[in-house]
């Protein structure tokens, strides 16, 4: 019998109970023990999961499998988070605030470490081919990040294909790579793993874009930060880069404003242009893309109703 979404988060916050990272010197472990504390939605080994049972796997691969995805995809943030100079990391203090950016540096490292640690452990089906999945998408990531911050240094603007493509290394292969190795260690063919990614980057493209879309269209106590974080720092997002497309000299006036002043005036001038209908249309797009691939796969006899699922909350969502 299949497990619910609820019953494999459960099983994941169990086996992470029952993992944690130990050696000495502590102040080392300690940051790492802590990042993965903080909670988050673990959208990665739930991914990872839900293909395993796809394949009809073995739960404890499933686990081991989505637990690489999950220490990777902090040891990012924590990196991230030095990068993006960030203090509040899911409301508590920044690994480098709570301690130093050196610790916390040298903690992201190690758990780059455990990650590869963890697959030469690991002892399902498909072992080289997961690490090898693993080991391209982590690469793709760390070329997303700094894409993302050559963009952030740009003074020109960023093309449309030039941002999805960084949107899909930083954020959605991950996803894609979960899912794949979810359903790998389950002993499923590379075929439909190719397949189940594809769906997942597509799905985390739609994500990205609704995480943009709420940092400037969400309500402050829905998201739970100031809204228009995005504008202030002059992101490339698919907004700014859409609405210098468009009107690319009240853009450029808006953005000259600070503070509040610059977030209400480009917030106005983008409702004006309807750029936020627009963007929910695009969002729309890349759902609808996921959904035709779960179509498919319920063709060919793969229950993907968790996907499914999962595919429309992440749609939904306000926060």
Same mark, same amino acid.
């Given at each position: 019998?299949?497990?619910?979404?609820?019953?494999?988060?459960?099983?994941?916050?169990?086996?992470?109970?029952?993992?944690?990272?130990?050696?000495?010197?502590?102040?080392?472990?300690?940051?790492?023990?802590?990042?993965? +504390?903080? &909670?988050?939605?673990? #959208?990665?080994?739930? /991914?990872?999961?839900?293909?395993?049972?796809? =394949?009809?796997?073995?739960?404890?691969?499933?686990?081991?499998?989505?637990?690489?995805?999950?220490?990777?995809?902090?040891?990012?943030?924590?990196?991230?988070?030095?990068?993006?100079?960030?203090?509040?990391?899911?409301?508590?203090?920044?690994?480098?605030?709570?301690?130093?950016?050196?610790?916390?540096?040298?903690?992201?490292?190690?758990?780059?470490?455990?990650?590869?640690?963890?697959?030469?452990?690991?002892?399902?089906?498909?072992?080289?081919?997961?690490?090898?999945?693993?080991?391209?998408?982590?690469?793709?990531?760390c070329e997303g990040q700094q894409n993302d911050m050559d963009f952030g240094l740009s003074e020109h603007v960023v093309s449309e294909d030039d941002y999805f493509h960084m949107i899909e290394q930083k954020t959605a292969v991950l996803l894609g790579c979960?899912?794949?190795?979810?359903?790998?260690? +389950?002993? &499923?063919?590379?075929? #439909?793993?190719?397949? /189940?990614?594809?769906?997942?980057?597509?799905? =985390?493209?739609?994500?990205?874009?609704?995480?943009?879309?709420?940092?400037?269209?969400?309500?402050?106590?829905?998201?739970?930060?100031?809204?228009?974080?995005?504008?202030?720092?002059?992101k490339n997002t698919w907004l700014y880069i859409q609405s210098m497309n468009l009107v690319p000299i009240k853009t450029t006036q808006a953005f000259l404003l600070e503070g509040d002043e610059r977030i209400n005036a480009v917030l106005d001038l983008w409702?004006?242009?309807?750029?936020?209908?627009?963007?929910?249309?695009?969002?729309?797009?890349?759902?609808?893309?996921?959904?035709?691939?779960?179509?498919?796969?319920?063709?060919?006899?793969?229950?993907?109703?968790?996907?499914?699922?999962?595919?429309?909350?992440?749609?939904?969502?306000?926060?």
């Amino acid at each position: 019998m299949n497990l619910t979404i609820e019953q494999l988060q459960s099983a994941y916050s169990q086996y992470l109970s029952q993992h944690p990272f130990q050696g000495n010197p502590k102040n080392l472990y300690d940051p790492m023990n802590y990042i993965m +504390s903080l &909670g988050g939605k673990r #959208i990665r080994p739930i /991914l990872a999961l839900i293909g395993n049972q796809i =394949g009809g796997g073995n739960l404890e691969h499933g686990l081991s499998v989505g637990h690489t995805m999950e220490v990777f995809h902090n040891f990012s943030l924590v990196h991230d988070d030095i990068m993006d100079r960030a203090h509040i990391r899911r409301g508590k203090p920044t690994v480098h605030k709570k301690w130093d950016e050196p610790t916390a540096i040298l903690s992201g490292d190690n758990m780059l470490v455990k990650c590869f640690e963890i697959l030469l452990n690991y002892q399902g089906p498909n072992k080289h081919e997961i690490t090898a999945a693993f080991a391209k998408t982590a690469t793709e990531v760390c070329e997303g990040q700094q894409n993302d911050m050559d963009f952030g240094l740009s003074e020109h603007v960023v093309s449309e294909d030039d941002y999805f493509h960084m949107i899909e290394q930083k954020t959605a292969v991950l996803l894609g790579c979960s899912i794949q190795c979810g359903f790998l260690s +389950s002993g &499923g063919n590379s075929l #439909i793993a190719e397949k /189940l990614k594809e769906f997942a980057i597509d799905m =985390g493209l739609a994500f990205q874009l609704r995480d943009d879309y709420l940092d400037s269209f969400g309500s402050e106590s829905e998201i739970g930060k100031k809204q228009g974080g995005d504008i202030l720092e002059k992101k490339n997002t698919w907004l700014y880069i859409q609405s210098m497309n468009l009107v690319p000299i009240k853009t450029t006036q808006a953005f000259l404003l600070e503070g509040d002043e610059r977030i209400n005036a480009v917030l106005d001038l983008w409702k004006e242009i309807g750029l936020d209908q627009l963007m929910l249309s695009k969002i729309q797009e890349y759902h609808v893309k996921s959904e035709e691939i779960l179509i498919e796969l319920s063709n060919q006899g793969y229950n993907i109703e968790l996907l499914d699922s999962m595919s429309k909350w992440l749609l939904q969502r306000n926060s």
